[in-house]
């Protein structure tokens, strides 16, 4: 009886994977995605199988590139570019600057120019390597009072080749030119994790402790959100990478929300949750970065 039942198990878990460690709702896709409770990064397979994973300490952000490979990291103190085997085959570690209490790495980018955006805490800037992995240029970051740990978390680059910089320990999210200097402000009270620029010219963020998702207008004002309590069922906790992905849906990660909430969702203009995943046996309660994945 007992063999029977194991090989129904196998089955279920073969032939239906929400029956498995991968619950996805809504169609299947291939997403990467990193926890550092359960300490692992993985790039998933629409199945629910992994196709590769590495070990991580700690992570804030990850990216794929158009070659398959994808920029990662396995503790603040580097940038991995990693192949489509899970290799790592580059890495980037910074040095501390002068007068610096020390220097950790949350967030960095690959440019459609070519190059490398690497957001240095600590050292309090915005650095730019070439794409023969040299210092091209650099910004300065406007910090009041620097910690290598909350004076960034993501950055990214906007369509007029400005950077919005989530400023944690601020509770603000800047927008610079490369010349340093700060053109918007967002004062958001929150510990802030994440904020792109649209289409539209709206902001999309991820408020961190703000337990929710808003887009603002470049006035500064409203025009969406998700509320920590708006979808039925599911409770928002701590909001790290968000995403307006082409169907005009937005990806949300849904960090330290406890193990009766997705750890990624997705939700249309709505706000009904179209997609999701939970994972608390590969994956736990510290699962910041989530990103889907092309291949």
């Given at each position: ?123 309090k800037r915005i650095l730019f390597l070439d ?18 740990h909350r004076d960034t978390r993501l950055v ?140």
């Open positions: 009886m007992k063999a029977i039942f194991l090989s129904l198990a196998m089955f279920l878990i073969a032939s239906f994977p929400q029956f498995g460690l991968s619950q996805q709702t809504g169609e299947p896709r291939n997403f990467f995605a990193a926890d550092y409770e359960k300490k692992i990064a993985a790039l998933v397979n629409a199945d629910g199988s992994v196709r590769w994973s590495l070990p991580i300490q700690a992570i804030h952000d990850a990216q794929e590139l158009e070659n398959g490979h994808w920029l990662l990291q396995t503790s603040f103190g580097e940038v991995n570019e990693v192949d489509a085997q899970g290799k790592i085959v580059w890495t980037y570690k910074p040095n501390k600057l002068d007068g610096a209490k020390g220097v950790e790495i949350h967030a960095f980018q690959k440019l459609a120019s070519g190059e490398l955006m690497i957001a240095e805490s600590g050292n794409q023969q992995k040299r210092i091209a240029s650099q910004f300065p970051l406007t910090v009041k009072e620097s910690d290598p990214r680059q906007t369509p007029q080749d400005t950077f919005l910089v989530c400023h944690e320990a601020e509770l603000t999210i800047r927008e610079y030119k490369r010349d340093g200097s700060v053109i918007w402000e967002y004062p958001i009270g929150t510990k802030v994790y994440s904020a792109t620029r649209l289409e539209n010219g709206n902001t999309l963020i991820g408020t961190g402790s703000g337990n929710k998702v808003v887009e603002v207008s470049p006035d500064k004002k409203v025009v969406w959100e998700v509320n920590k309590n708006d979808l039925p069922g599911v409770e928002l906790a701590w909001i790290t990478m968000v995403e307006r992905l082409p169907s005009g849906n937005t990806w949300i990660v849904n960090c330290h929300a406890g193990a009766k909430n997705p750890q990624i969702i997705e939700v249309n203009a709505k706000k009904e949750i179209v997609w999701s995943f939970k994972d608390f046996e590969r994956f736990g309660n510290s699962l910041p970065v989530a990103v889907p994945a092309s291949k």
